[in-house]
C-alpha cells in the first residue's frame, strides 16, 4: 500500500513480497493469504489477535516450527510454511543461545513501555531511580500510542506517543524491546528470552503495565481466518499499512470498532458495516451528555467519529449483535442476529471490550476482585498502585481497564511512590495526577456505559469452539459442566479447555462465568485458572539459557 | 443433607480412595467416599502420568542396596496393579491412554552402566525383568536419544496413563456401581466408639463400621484425628508439558544423571517431571525457577531435541512421601476397622492395586497379594 517491496519471501514455495519493517503476519494479510496453520482436527487458523497473545498465526520459519506471524518480522528469502499441528521433533532445531544471558538489577524494573509504563518511567527516573523497561514489542509505545513500523507520516496518536518515548529515554530510562518475559518469582525474579539470550532481572522494586488484550465476540464462525480482533486490523493498518482486507466488518461493542473503522476507511477499506450492540447515543441522551461532560475533548472525538463514518457512507448499526460468520465465495459471510440480509467481507473484525493481561500479577500473588461491570479482575492496590506484593506496583489497564489517560495518571504516580519507596526523592504531591486520574476514571465510566460490553455465558450452538487452542466445543463444556465442576480449574481437567498455548486467555474468562453460573457461585479472583510459568510458550533452550545465571544469583 | 450411617466411610478422592470405593461397592458394600475438595485434583490429578515399575535410579543411587533390597518387595505390588492398569480402560468404560511401551533410564557413564546392572539384579530377584542394553542395542529402539547415550536399563512394562482421565472414569464406575460420593466435606475429626466410628465432617457426622484413610499426603493428619501416628508427609513437586510435537517417543524415559521422567502424552505434548520440588507460598504452591531449569536440563541431556520445543505450563501438586518409598496398608494397629490405603511417591502407579488390596481387607478377606515385606504394618 505505501513503500516499494523490499524483497520476497515464501510461503509454501509461492513468492510473497514484503516491504521493510512489516511483520509475516501483515505481509501475508497483505498478499491475501489468511490461513497459516492447521490445527489437530483439519480447521485452518490466521491472525486473529495480532499481538502475540492468541497464539493461533502460527508458521514454519526456515524450518522452525511454530512462530508466531504477528509477531517476526518479515525477511527477504525467508522459507515460511503453513504449520502443521505436529512438527518433527527429530528436526527441531537445538538453538544455541545467541549470547551468554544477562543479568540486569535496576532499582526498579518497568513492564511494558506503553502508555503507563513510559510515564512511570519517566517518573521514576527523574526521581533518581535506575530504570529499566522491558517491552514485547520491538518498538514501544502500547496499544494506545501504537508506534509505526514501516517509515511513512506519523498520526497525531503516534506523535504523542513518539514524544513519550523520547522522554523516558532522555530522562535516562533503559528500554528493551522484543523480551518475551516467561517467568515470574517469588522475590521479584523475572526470567525472559530475548532475541535467542536469556534476559533475567532482579530489580529492588517492579511496576507492571502490560496493558489488556480484546474480548472477542465468541460465536459460530470466530475461529476462521480472516476474522480477527479489531486492535489486530489496528496495528496492520497503524503499524504496517497494511489493509486487513478489502472490504471489512465490524462487530462487538465500543469506541474502538468505531475508531478503527474510521482509520480504515480512511485508508481505503471499504467498511461493509459497523454493528454496534450498545444502543445509538442519540437514543440515550443523559449518557452521552455525561459522557460529554466528563470529558469534552475525547467525547468530541468519539462523537465526530461517527459522523466522518456516517459521511462516508459507512453503515453503522446500533443495538446489533453478531449471529455467525461463515466462509462463504472466498470470503466470510456475516450475519447478524434476527437478521435476514447478511454482508460479505473479506474481514471480520471483532472487539467485545477488553481483558487485563494480569498474569504476571496473579503468578506473584497480587490480589484482585472481580469488577462485574466490567466482567473483569480489578488488581487491589493503594493509592499509589502499589498491590498487596511487597514491591509490586500495578498501572493502566493491566490492573483493570481504565484508558489511556489513566494510565499515564497512574504510572505518574506510581512511578514516584515507587522511587521514594527504594529511597529516591521524597514527599511528592500526587494531587494533580489523582484529580486527573479520577477525571479520567469518570470519563471511562461514562464511555463504557453507552457500549455494551457487559460479560456474556456464550449462548452459542453445541459445536461452537470455547476454547481456540485445544479445539473444544460449547457441547464438550456443557458436558464437562454437567460433572458439576466446583470450579474452573476442574472444568480444565475434566475437558481439557484452557490446557493450550494461549493459557486459556480467552477461553478462561467464559470458563470462569459459565462455573459460576453452573454453581450459582460469584465469580470472584479464585473463579479463574490459575495462572501458571510459562506465561507465554518458552522455548526450552530458553529456559536452558538462564540455568548459570541462575545458579549464581542469590 | 448428608447421609449418617455406611458400613464403610472411605476418606479421599484420589486414585486410591475412588478405586477402593468402586471395587468395596462391586462387592456389595454400603460405601461413602468423602472428599475435601475436588475428585482427583490431588495428586492423583495433576501427577505426571507415569506408570513406574523399575527401582528409581536416584533413590538407588542416594540410599544404596541395602535399602533397594528391602524395598524390592513392593515391586511386585507394582507388576500387580500394572496388570490392573492394562485392564482398566475396559473396565471403567473408557480409553485412559494406557501405553506400557517400556522405560529406559539412559546412562552416560560406565559407573551409571555399572549402578543400573546392579539395579536389575535386585530387581530380577523380586521378579522384575530390567535389561540392560549397551549403546548400540539402545540406539535402535531409542534413536532419538543423545549421541553420548552409551546404555540403559530397560524395563519393558512400564509407561503410562494419562491421570485427567482416569480419575473421573473411576469415580464415574464407582458411582454406577453403587457408591455414594462427597465432594467438598472435609473430614475434620474421628471418634473410635463402639467397634465403629464416628467420621465428623464440616457437612455433619457419618457413623461407619469402616473407614478406609486414602488421603494421600494429607493421610497423617487423618490417622492423628486418631490419635495415629504416620510416618508419612507432603513433599511438593512440579511437572512440565509442552506443545505437541509428532509421535516420536515411546518410552518412559528416566537419566541416570539425576531426576527425570520424560514421555510423550497422546495429544503429542512432553511431559516431563521425575520429582523436582515446587516452591511454597503461604499454604500455596508455585513453580521454582531452579527446579524448572534444573528439570529442563535433564530432559535436554537425554532428548536433545526437546531443547528446540516450547514448554507450554508447568503445575505444582504435593505427593505423599514415606522415608523409605514403602507403602503403609491395612488395618492400622490397635485400631479395629481403620484401614490405611497409602501407597507413596508412585501412587497413581500402583493406585489399582492398593485399592484391591485394601478392598480386599476390608472386605474381610485375604489380600489378593501377601503384604508381607510390602507394607510396613506387615513386617
Ligand atoms: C489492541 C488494542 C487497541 C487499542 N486501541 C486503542 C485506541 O485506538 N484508542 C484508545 O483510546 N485506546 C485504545 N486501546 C486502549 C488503550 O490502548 C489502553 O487503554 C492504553 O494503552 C493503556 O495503557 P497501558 O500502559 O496500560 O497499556 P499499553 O499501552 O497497551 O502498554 C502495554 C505494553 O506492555 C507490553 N507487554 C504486554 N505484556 C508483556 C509481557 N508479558 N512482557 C513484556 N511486555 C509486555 C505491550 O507490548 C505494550 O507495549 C487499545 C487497546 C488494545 C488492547
Ligand atoms: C507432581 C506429581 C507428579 C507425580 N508423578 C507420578 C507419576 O508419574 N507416576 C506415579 O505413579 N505417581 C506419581 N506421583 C505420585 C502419585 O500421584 C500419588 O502418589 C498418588 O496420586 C496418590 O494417590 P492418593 O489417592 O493416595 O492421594 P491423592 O490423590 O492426593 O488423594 C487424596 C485425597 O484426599 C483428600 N483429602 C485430604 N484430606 C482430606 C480430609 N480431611 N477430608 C476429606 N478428604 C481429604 C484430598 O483432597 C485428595 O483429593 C506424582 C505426584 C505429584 C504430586
Ligand atoms: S495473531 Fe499472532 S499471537 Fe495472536
Redesign the interface.
Given at each position: 500500500m505505501t513503500g516499494q517491496p523490499a524483497g520476497h519471501f515464501t510461503f509454501d514455495g509461492k513468492s510473497v513480497p514484503l516491504r521493510p519493517g512489516q511483520s509475516l503476519a501483515a505481509a501475508l494479510t497483505e498478499a491475501g493469504l489468511r490461513s497459516f496453520r492447521q490445527t489437530a482436527k483439519g480447521a485452518t487458523r490466521g491472525i486473529f489477535c495480532g499481538m502475540g497473545v492468541c497464539q493461533d498465526c502460527l508458521v514454519t520459519v526456515n524450518g522452525a516450527p511454530n512462530r508466531r506471524a504477528c509477531m517476526t518480522p518479515a525477511v527477504a528469502g525467508q522459507d515460511i510454511r503453513t504449520q502443521v499441528p505436529f512438527p518433527d521433533l527429530a528436526t527441531a532445531p537445538n538453538p544455541q543461545p545467541a549470547a551468554p544471558a544477562r543479568v540486569i538489577a535496576p532499582d526498579l524494573l518497568i513492564v511494558g513501555g506503553g502508555a503507563g509504563g513510559l510515564s512511570a518511567a519517566i517518573a521514576a527516573r527523574r526521581a533518581g531511580a535506575s530504570v529499566t523497561i522491558l517491552d514485547e514489542r520491538k518498538v514501544g509505545g502500547g496499544q494506545y500510542f501504537k508506534q509505526s513500523a514501516v517509515s511513512g507520516p506519523l498520526d497525531a496518536q503516534q506523535s504523542a506517543g513518539a514524544d513519550l518515548l523520547a522522554q523516558a529515554l532522555a530522562a535516562g530510562a533503559e528500554l528493551i524491546g522484543e523480551v518475551e518475559i516467561w517467568g515470574a518469582f517469588d522475590g521479584l525474579l523475572f526470567l525472559a528470552e530475548h532475541k535467542g539470550a536469556a534476559l533475567i532481572a532482579r530489580p529492588r522494586a517492579a511496576i507492571i503495565a502490560t496493558g489488556a488484550y480484546e474480548r472477542p465476540e465468541i460465536r459460530p464462525g470466530w475461529t476462521l481466518p480472516g476474522v480477527m480482533t479489531t486492535g489486530a486490523a489496528q496495528t496492520l493498518w497503524r503499524s504496517y499499512r497494511t489493509l486487513p482486507g478489502k472490504r471489512v466488518a465490524l462487530v462487538g461493542s465500543g469506541p474502538l470498532n468505531l475508531q478503527v473503522g474510521l482509520e480504515l476507511a480512511q485508508g481505503g477499506a471499504e467498511v461493509v458495516m459497523i454493528a454496534e450492540r450498545g444502543p445509538a447515543p442519540w437514543l440515550r441522551p443523559i449518557a452521552a451528555a455525561a459522557l460529554a461532560l466528563s470529558g469534552p475533548a475525547l467525547a468530541w472525538t468519539g462523537l465526530r467519529s461517527l459522523a466522518d463514518l456516517r459521511k462516508r457512507g459507512v453503515p453503522v448499526r446500533h443495538g446489533a449483535a453478531l449471529d455467525r460468520i461463515d466462509a462463504a465465495e472466498g470470503a466470510l459471510r456475516v450475519t447478524l442476529m434476527g437478521d435476514l440480509s447478511p454482508v460479505i467481507a473479506d474481514a471480520v473484525l471483532m472487539n467485545a471490550g477488553f481483558d487485563p493481561q494480569n498474569e504476571i500479577l496473579r503468578l506473584l500473588g497480587a490480589e484482585a476482585i472481580y469488577d462485574p461491570a466490567f466482567g473483569h479482575l480489578r488488581i487491589t492496590r493503594d493509592d499509589t498502585c502499589a498491590t498487596t506484593v511487597p514491591g509490586l506496583y500495578a498501572v493502566g489497564d493491566c490492573a483493570g481497564l481504565g484508558g489511556a489517560p489513566a494510565a499515564m495518571a497512574e504510572g505518574r504516580i506510581a512511578g514516584r511512590a515507587a522511587a521514594a519507596a527504594l529511597g529516591f526523592g521524597d514527599g511528592y504531591d500526587t494531587f494533580a495526577d489523582q484529580r486527573q486520574l479520577g477525571r479520567a476514571r469518570r470519563f471511562q465510566r461514562h464511555l463504557w456505559a453507552l457500549h455494551d460490553v457487559a460479560p456474556r455465558l456464550p449462548d452459542v450452538p453445541d459445536d461452537t469452539l470455547i476454547c481456540r487452542c485445544e479445539e473444544i466445543d460449547a457441547g464438550q463444556i456443557r458436558a464437562g459442566l454437567g460433572e458439576k465442576p466446583g470450579h474452573a480449574g476442574t472444568l480444565k481437567r475434566a475437558t481439557r479447555v484452557g490446557m493450550g498455548r494461549c493459557q486459556g486467555r480467552y477461553c478462561g474468562p467464559v470458563a470462569a462465568r459459565l462455573v459460576a453460573a453452573a454453581t450459582g457461585t460469584p465469580v470472584q479472583d479464585r473463579s479463574y485458572f490459575a495462572p501458571r510459568v510459562p506465561i507465554k510458550p518458552v522455548a526450552i533452550s530458553a529456559i536452558l539459557a538462564a540455568e548459570e545465571a541462575l545458579k549464581d544469583a542469590p | 443433607m448428608m447421609q449418617s450411617k455406611a458400613d464403610v466411610v472411605v476418606i479421599g478422592g484420589g486414585i486410591a480412595g475412588l478405586m477402593t470405593a468402586m471395587y468395596l461397592a462391586e462387592d456389595g458394600a454400603d460405601v461413602l467416599l468423602l472428599e475435601a475438595?475436588?475428585l482427583?485434583?490431588q495428586a492423583s490429578?495433576a501427577n505426571a502420568g507415569s506408570i513406574h515399575l523399575q527401582i528409581q535410579y536416584p533413590e538407588f543411587v542416594a540410599y544404596g542396596e541395602a535399602w533397594a533390597r528391602a524395598y524390592a518387595p513392593c515391586l511386585r505390588l507394582l507388576t500387580s496393579s500394572l496388570t490392573l492398569w492394562q485392564g482398566l480402560s475396559d473396565r471403567v468404560g473408557e480409553d485412559l491412554q494406557v501405553k506400557l511401551a517400556g522405560g529406559l533410564v539412559v546412562a552416560r557413564t560406565e559407573t551409571q552402566m555399572q549402578a543400573i546392572a546392579a539395579k536389575a539384579h535386585i530387581e530380577a530377584e523380586a521378579g522384575v525383568e530390567t535389561i540392560v542394553l549397551n549403546r548400540s542395542d539402545l540406539r535402535d529402539i531409542a534413536p532419538?536419544l543423545a549421541e553420548d547415550a552409551i546404555g540403559a536399563g530397560y524395563c519393558a512394562r512400564e509407561g503410562k496413563a494419562n491421570p485427567?482421565r482416569a480419575t473421573?472414569a473411576i469415580a464415574a464406575a464407582a458411582e454406577r456401581a453403587g457408591a455414594v460420593i462427597h465432594?467438598?466435606t472435609r473430614v475434620i475429626a474421628i471418634e473410635a466408639e463402639g467397634g465403629g466410628y464416628t467420621v465428623v465432617t464440616d457437612k455433619g457426622r457419618v457413623q461407619a463400621g469402616r473407614v478406609v484413610n486414602a488421603a494421600g499426603a494429607a493421610a497423617g493428619q487423618i490417622a492423628g484425628m486418631l490419635g495415629l501416628t504416620l510416618g508419612i508427609d507432603g513433599f511438593p513437586l512440579q511437572v512440565t508439558v509442552?506443545?505437541?510435537?509428532?509421535?516420536?517417543?515411546p518410552h518412559l524415559i528416566y537419566s541416570a544423571a539425576g531426576k527425570l521422567s520424560l514421555k510423550q502424552v497422546a495429544?503429542?505434548g512432553l511431559v516431563i517431571g521425575g520429582g523436582w520440588p515446587a516452591?511454597r507460598?503461604?499454604d500455596g504452591l508455585?513453580?521454582?525457577?531452579?527446579s524448572?531449569?534444573?528439570n529442563?536440563?535433564m530432559?535436554?541431556g537425554v532428548v536433545?531435541?526437546?531443547?528446540?520445543?516450547?514448554?507450554?505450563?508447568?503445575?505444582t501438586a504435593w505427593v505423599n512421601g514415606t522415608p523409605d518409598w514403602r507403602p503403609i496398608l491395612g488395618e492400622a494397629p490397635g485400631l479395629p476397622g481403620f484401614f490405611l490405603a497409602l501407597f507413596p511417591w508412585v501412587g497413581f502407579s500402583a493406585g489399582p492395586m492398593t485399592a484391591r488390596i485394601t478392598a480386599d481387607l476390608v472386605m474381610g478377606r485375604p489380600p489378593t497379594l501377601p503384604l508381607k515385606g510390602i507394607s510396613v504394618l506387615a513386617d
Open positions: - | 475438595g475436588e482427583g485434583a490429578g532419538y485427567l473421573p465432594r467438598h509442552t506443545e505437541p510435537m509428532a509421535a516420536t517417543i495429544n503429542g516452591a507460598r503461604g508455585v513453580t521454582d525457577p531452579r524448572l531449569t534444573g529442563m536440563g530432559a535436554a536433545p531435541s526437546v531443547a528446540g520445543v516450547r514448554a507450554l505450563r508447568s503445575w
